[in-house]
């Protein structure tokens, strides 16, 4: 789960940044898309490890991982969630 979680965490942020670079409306329109499906992709990761964690799933008990689900109980991580949703969509939907 940890390196799904980090490939897809780490997706957003370079997609977005391409986006940024892009030569066209449509290739950026494309690399929004992308980073919002890998922002979607990665608030699933972090609900199936604090879930893991919840139940006392072995995987999240071993001493590498304890963190990780500790951080995943943080409300933090969900109130930050919606805001790059909103910005990635409301974008996608202007004219930009």
Known sequence: MGR???RSGTGVGANYREGLRARSKSEYA???SIALMELEETLYWLEL???ASY???EE???PERRNLGAECHSS???QAGPRPRRHLTTVLNSDF
Do not use: I, P
């Open 55 to 57: 139940h006392g799933c």
């Open 30 to 32: 494309a690399k929004l």
């Open 4 to 6: 799904q979680l980090l």
């Open 60 to 62: 999240a008990r071993k």
């Open 49 to 51: 490890v604090e879930r």
């Open 76 to 78: 933090d991580f969900y």
